[in-house]
């Protein structure tokens, strides 16, 4: 049974809603985006949360410090790399921070991911390639691209929504991560979570 990440989560209702329906992990974003709030709202907002929730940082292409400024002032637990992060900023993270890292892959062939999986970090979130955007763009990839031998536990990210949840459970994936597939009209839907977190969870 995969686990789940709601992502892009930015106002108290938000908060409330994942509170209720208990998925896996969150995300807050840092990078530039619609869904983007600065660590001091971060820090506001998790302590309004389950603490047994764990909360991924979203980052993209941003300095050192700020990812462990982010960690230090409580306000994430995890750190997702998003951008074009090599192995050279996961290590000098590790030195700095002692928490799960997760490096974002674009994916628009299977060599993108064997390449990745060389890297030092603990996951794996496979998501769709644009040249628009480094995530965040609602579209899917052809899951027949990550390989099964893959050695990283992986977030398989990209284009899920309550539609297609079930054949993302099928794809071996260590957890389903959902942002846009979660919103109406921009905003988080709890009815949508609700489902969503369901879904994930079911035995069947």
Same mark, same amino acid.
């Given at each position: 049974?995969?686990k789940?990440?709601?992502c892009?989560?930015?106002? &108290?209702?938000?908060?409330?809603? /994942?509170?209720?329906?208990?998925?896996?992990?969150?995300?807050?974003? @840092? *990078?530039?985006?619609?869904?983007?709030?600065?660590? $001091?709202?971060?820090?506001?907002?998790?302590?309004?949360? %389950?603490?047994?929730?764990?909360?991924?940082?979203v @980052?993209?292409?941003?300095?050192?410090? $700020?990812?462990?400024?982010?960690?230090?002032?409580?306000?994430?637990?995890?750190?997702?790399?998003?951008?074009?992060?090599?192995?050279?900023?996961?290590?000098?993270?590790?030195e700095?921070?002692? /928490?799960?890292?997760? &490096?974002?892959?674009?994916?628009?062939?299977?060599?993108? /991911?064997? $390449?990745?999986? &060389?890297?030092? !970090?603990?996951?794996l979130?496979?998501?769709? @390639?644009?040249?628009?955007?480094?995530?965040? %763009?609602?579209?899917?990839?052809?899951?027949?691209?990550?390989?099964?031998?893959?050695?990283?536990?992986?977030?398989?990210?990209?284009?899920?929504?309550?539609s297609?949840?079930?054949?993302?459970?099928?794809?071996? !994936?260590?957890?389903?991560? /959902?942002?846009?597939? *979660?919103?109406?009209?921009?905003? &988080?839907? *709890?009815?949508?979570?609700?489902?969503?977190?369901?879904?994930?969870?079911? !035995? !069947?």
């Amino acid at each position: 049974m995969p686990k789940i990440k709601i992502c892009g989560l930015k106002r &108290k209702e938000d908060i409330a809603y /994942v509170n209720q329906w208990q998925p896996d992990f969150i995300g807050f974003v @840092f *990078a530039p985006s619609k869904r983007q709030i600065t660590r $001091e709202k971060a820090v506001q907002l998790k302590g309004l949360l %389950t603490v047994d929730i764990p909360v991924l940082g979203v @980052f993209v292409n941003q300095s050192l410090e $700020e990812m462990v400024s982010c960690v230090e002032s409580g306000a994430v637990d995890w750190i997702q790399l998003h951008g074009d992060e090599t192995e050279v900023v996961i290590r000098k993270l590790r030195e700095r921070v002692k /928490v799960p890292i997760v &490096k974002a892959v674009r994916v628009r062939e299977e060599a993108d /991911v064997y $390449e990745a999986d &060389k890297l030092s !970090c603990d996951y794996l979130l496979l998501d769709a @390639f644009s040249p628009e955007a480094y995530g965040g %763009t609602g579209q899917r990839f052809s899951w027949d691209m990550i390989p099964k031998d893959i050695r990283h536990p992986y977030f398989l990210a990209g284009g899920i929504d309550i539609s297609n949840i079930e054949e993302a459970r099928k794809t071996n !994936c260590y957890a389903i991560d /959902v942002s846009g597939g *979660a919103e109406t009209d921009g905003c &988080k839907d *709890a009815k949508k979570i609700e489902e969503l977190v369901r879904a994930a969870h079911s !035995c !069947c």
